[in-house]
Nanobody, 123 residues
Framework: QVQLVESGGGLVQAGGSLRLSCTAS????????MGWFRQAPGKEREFVAT???????TYYADSVKGRFTISRVNANTVYLQMNSLEPEDTAVYYC?????????????????WGQGTQVTVSS
C-alpha cells in the first residue's frame, strides 16, 4: 500500500522558517517526480514546488521562488525548506508523487497524495 506522510508543519512567526518532510512507503519512488502543493482556507489547492526523479531539476511557483527550496534526500524522502515565511503562506501543505519523473505544476499529473500538514504563519 502506497503512503505519503508529511511532517514538520506548525506555527511560526512571520520571517521564520520551517522544514517539511515527506516520506513515501509501499514502493520505491526512485523514478517518480515529487511535488508540494498547498491549500489555504476558502481557496483552491495550488502548486508550490516540484523535483524530478533524479533531483537534478526543480520548479517553483513565483510566490515562493527564492524563499522555498525542494530537495530530494533519497528515493523516498523529500524536503521543503521554507524561509522568510509570510502570513500568506498559511495553508495545509500536501506532498504528491507522479509516476512520470519530470517536473509537473499540474496536480492532475500526480498519482499519490499525502494527508497534509498544517503550516500557520502569524503576523
Amino acid at each position: 500500500q502506497v503512503q505519503l506522510v508529511e511532517s514538520g508543519g506548525g506555527l511560526v512567526q512571520a520571517g521564520g522558517s520551517l522544514r517539511l518532510s515527506c516520506t513515501a512507503s509501499g514502493r520505491t519512488f526512485s523514478s517518480y517526480a515529487m511535488g508540494w502543493f498547498r491549500q489555504a482556507p476558502g481557496k483552491e489547492r495550488e502548486f508550490v514546488a516540484t523535483i524530478n526523479w533524479s533531483g537534478s531539476n526543480t520548479y517553483y511557483a513565483d510566490s515562493v521562488k527564492g524563499r522555498f527550496t525542494i530537495s530530494r534526500v533519497n528515493a523516498n524522502t523529500v524536503y521543503l525548506q521554507m524561509n522568510s515565511l509570510e502570513p500568506e503562506d498559511t495553508a495545509v501543505y500536501y506532498c504528491a508523487a507522479a509516476r512520470i519523473g519530470g517536473v509537473w505544476r499540474s496536480d492532475g499529473a500526480y498519482d499519490y497524495w499525502g494527508q497534509g500538514t498544517q503550516v500557520t504563519v502569524s503576523s
